[in-house]
């Protein structure tokens, strides 16, 4: 006699390959390309200085990044003044939203009390912050600095203790019943298990701290960075420079949320929370 288990009767699903998946985003984007350069260049439906075409675009990207003149090359200085920027914030934002979770996993008052504040100061918008910090710290990089860190701090504190409250309490029982107790507990059977959820929310607050710092740039422009550019763009009219900002702006955000999901997604798998595409 035969017995088949329920999982060789379960329709199979099959999912797209990696390269099938790439193959589809750069088809999408030779698309949106074509749109572009039909609708200025070919229709030129709107004049040069509302919507320039992706030549003139480039063309902003190429001197910005690799040009030779006195003028060319500001957009690399302004990339890596704002990676600089938002590393060095996103590191103390996960430090001490860490910190701040785990105090807040460990302990049912604070997260009644600093988490509730918290949840509620993550629905107000990063630019409203920037007055506040343009007035306490001036017009210098501190502030900028300020946005991001208290835009990346709070989801990894909320992430951190929600993680944590989140654990099954199978291991809890498993961690007590071997001796684990309080510190010992959350560092060592809570914390491991909390590591998946918590990448996920590292990954939120990477997204925070990238809008929020160039937010706080745009209004704080005292130095090259990519918020400056912006402003540069919008003060001489330039259309294609503000467009090829927000491009680069766009493809760093997409490659540190990406790394972040590789990693993630590979934690997971290791967790047996994911299968083998």
Request: proline share 5%; net charge positive; charged share 15%.
């Amino acid at each position: 006699m035969t017995i088949t288990s329920p999982l060789d009767t379960a329709p199979s699903v099959h999912r797209p390959s990696r390269w099938r998946r790439l193959l589809w985003q750069l088809g999408g984007l030779a698309l949106l390309l074509a749109l572009w350069w039909l609708v200025t260049d070919v229709l030129r439906l709107y004049p040069p200085y509302v919507f320039p075409s992706p030549k003139a675009v480039w063309t902003e990207i190429s001197y910005g990044l690799w040009g030779s003149g006195p003028q060319d090359g500001k957009l690399l200085t302004a990339i890596g003044n704002s990676l600089r920027r938002v590393l060095i914030g996103y590191a103390s934002a996960v430090l001490l939203g860490g910190v701040v979770g785990l105090l807040m996993g460990a302990w049912r008052p604070l997260r009644d009390t600093v988490g509730a504040y918290l949840t509620g100061i993550q629905s107000v918008p990063s630019i409203a912050f920037v007055p506040f910090a343009i007035l306490f710290f001036g017009l210098n990089e501190r502030a900028v600095l300020f946005v991001v860190i208290l835009e990346g701090f709070i989801p990894v504190a909320l992430a951190v203790s929600g993680a944590l409250m989140n654990v099954s309490p199978a291991l809890r029982i498993a961690g007590r019943t071997l001796g684990a107790r309080g510190l010992d507990l959350t560092t060592g059977v809570l914390l491991p298990a909390s590591v998946p959820s918590i990448l996920t929310g590292l990954r939120t607050a990477w997204s925070f701290a990238w809008r929020a710092l160039v937010g706080g740039e745009l209004l704080v422009s005292g130095s090259a960075s990519l918020g400056a550019q912006l402003e540069v763009g919008r003060n001489t009219a330039n259309m294609a420079l503000v467009i090829a900002t927000i491009l680069i702006i766009g493809i760093i955000g997409g490659l540190f949320d990406a790394l972040l999901r590789a990693v993630e997604g590979r934690v997971r798998r290791d967790y047996g929370l994911e299968v083998q595409q």
